[in-house]
Structure formats: C-alpha cells, structure tokens
Nanobody, 125 residues
C-alpha cells in the first residue's frame, strides 16, 4: 500500500507561484510513477505532470510546459509541483497519484492505483 498526502494549495492571483507537495509513504512507492492530476469544476480529472521516482524522467501536459516543474526529494520522500505564472484556468483540485503506467497510458487516470485526497488551487484576481 502507498499513502499520498498533498499540501500547499491556496488562493493566489494570476501570475503568482505556488508549490504543491506530496508526501509519499508505504511499500514500494519508489518503484512507481508519481503523477499530478487536476480536476476543475465541472470537468473530468486530467493529467498535469509526472515523474518516475527511479530516474526522474518527467512528463508534462502541454498547457503547463514551461510554467510547472515536477521534482522529487529522495531524502524526504516528497514529490513537488512548482507552479509559476499561474492562470485562472489552472484553478482546480490537484491530486497526487502513484502507479505503473506504460508510456502510452501515462496520462490516463485509470493507470494509477493510489491517490491522495487533493488540494485546492484557486487563481483569481
């Protein structure tokens, strides 16, 4: 079992930055892909970014490339999502997830077995 706990959400203005954190614990999470998804009001949960714990290879959804950076800290068992130049359309509940997707399924919600409870990010002036 893997446990994931997100933190760091909040309300910010357009152009601001936030860093989300995901504390990972339990058995085997270092073998997994750790991903960030988000769910905006009235929309389905969607892939944002991911990092493979073992080799730090990262992937990003097109709309966040150049603004968001995913990273992990081995010593603290943490995964981070640094979000810069936030836009109102980034408003959503952000979830941390862990799983073992094949590359073609990396962005699919069903590829991930473990989920955190989510943290709200609101970008508004």
């Amino acid at each position: 079992q893997v446990q994931l706990v997100e933190s760091g959400g909040g309300r910010v203005q357009p152009g601001d930055s936030l860093r989300l954190s995901c504390a990972a614990s339990g058995s085997g999470f270092r073998n997994y892909q750790l991903a960030w998804f988000r769910q905006a009001p009235g929309k389905e949960r969607a892939f944002v970014s991911s990092i493979r714990w073992s080799n730090s290879v990262t992937y990003y959804e097109d709309s966040v490339k150049g603004r968001f950076t995913v990273s992990r800290d081995n010593t603290k068992n943490m995964v981070y999502l640094q979000m810069n130049n936030l836009k109102p359309e980034d408003t959503a509940v952000y979830y941390c997830a862990a799983g073992s997707p094949i590359l073609s399924s990396l962005r699919l919600e069903r590829s991930y077995n473990y989920w955190g409870q989510g943290t709200q990010v609101t970008v508004s002036s």
